[in-house]
């Protein structure tokens, strides 16, 4: 999370949708973004609780189109368990995020949310801005506090596989994990190569 008392708003780094890059862009001089540590001390990052006095900031969050958020996370799962040579299907570990949604909420695995669960505790409202990576350029552009172009300092690319392909029943099973996403970011329950 960064907080910019100067400007008065907060970045949510929801997990897999851009967040190191924002970080660090909201972190630059010119927003004077202080980074705040997460409360839980398993975490290395992602803190989900906005201080006191910054409780009325404009909130700016990030977001991702759903497939492509679970297919970083499938990526990133299988390199955090170093268990690529196993190879966990995409099927099994979309059950287990799903069965184990409600012990996620206050676990250090509050990245297996989906974007919806993930920022329940902030309250979003229809006056904070929402960054689809897809289009972060143009949408960080349209907030009232950055003026001139936009460089993204992007920091770690994402190297998921473009060939990845879903099978019909491991998209119904994204489409019920991330239900609320589509409609609430207004993404397509449509996977696009």
């Given amino acids: 999370m960064i907080i910019s008392d100067k400007y008065q708003f907060v970045y949510i780094d929801v997990p897999k949708t ?13 927003f004077a973004g202080k980074t705040v540590p997460p409360e839980n001390p398993n ?10 006095h910054a409780g009325n900031y404009t909130k700016v969050i990030s977001v991702r189109n759903p497939y492509r958020r679970l297919q970083s996370l499938y990526y990133y799962h299988l390199h955090r368990l170093a268990c690529k040579a196993t190879k966990v299907s995409v099927d099994d570990f ?16 509050t990245m297996y949310l989906s974007m919806s669960e993930y920022l329940k505790p902030f309250e979003i409202t229809t ?7 897809e289009n972060a350029k143009s949408d960080i552009a349209r907030l009232p506090f950055v003026n001139g172009p936009v460089e993204l300092p992007w920091r770690n690319a994402s190297d998921v596989d473009a060939s990845f392909e879903l099978l019909p ?16 970011f207004g993404y397509s329950k449509t996977v696009r190569k």
């Avoid at 290395?44 to 906005?50: A, G, N, T």
């Avoid at 029943?169 to 609430?184: C, P």
């Fill in 18 to 30: 851009g967040s190191t890059t924002f970080d660090q862009f909201f972190s630059q001089k010119k």
């Fill in 43 to 52: 975490h290395k990052k992602h803190c989900r609780k906005i201080p006191t």
């Fill in 94 to 109: 979309l059950h287990k995020i799903i069965k184990e949604k409600d012990e996620y909420q206050n676990s250090e695995f």
């Fill in 127 to 133: 006056s904070d801005y929402v960054i689809k990576l």
């Fill in 169 to 184: 029943e491991t998209i119904q099973k994204i489409n019920h994990w991330a239900k609320d996403d589509f409609s609430q």
